[in-house]
């Protein structure tokens, strides 16, 4: 469970990525290129990690079993923000990026009890009114 913990709080670290643009501490185009670049090196260390067998202590904190011989979250995450910010106009953009960074770890730590297809109804509104507030 405390390896599930630190997966969540780096999820929620996503959150600064949208808030550099939001204080106006990068612009959109800094923003896209950041990302661009942290899904570069993600790419690379899955390619290395996956191909070669790159055996850092944070791959077994941070990691699934199941993501053993598969891209791992943290890799698929920064795909996921990079192509919203590159297709998607900052409106849309930062929301998008805000529920995933936001929204899915706290569904995640609630609905987490059990595993489950379907996460319970109290899971689903928890993310819907996290999602709705974004």
């Not at 990302?35 to 067998?53: K, N």
């Not at 199941?66 to 943290?74: L, R, S, T």
């Not at 998607?88 to 297809?117: F, H, K, N, Q, Y």
């Amino acid at each position: 469970m405390a390896d599930e913990i630190k997966r969540r709080l780096v999820h929620i670290s996503g959150t600064g990525m949208p808030v550099l643009y939001l204080l106006d501490i990068f612009s959109w185009e800094n923003l896209q290129w950041f990302l661009l670049i942290g899904s570069s090196v993600a790419a690379i260390l899955e390619v290395i990690r996956l191909s070669f067998g790159l055996d850092w202590w944070i791959y077994d904190k941070l990691t699934r079993e199941y993501e053993q011989d598969n891209p791992a979250g943290y890799a698929l995450y920064m795909f996921s923000l990079t192509i919203v910010v590159l297709l998607l106009e900052p409106r849309i953009a930062i929301p998008a990026m805000l529920m995933l960074t936001l929204g899915d770890p706290i569904s995640g730590v609630l609905g987490s009890d059990e595993l489950r297809a379907i996460k319970r109804p109290r899971v689903l509104a928890t993310m819907f009114t996290i999602c709705l507030l974004v």
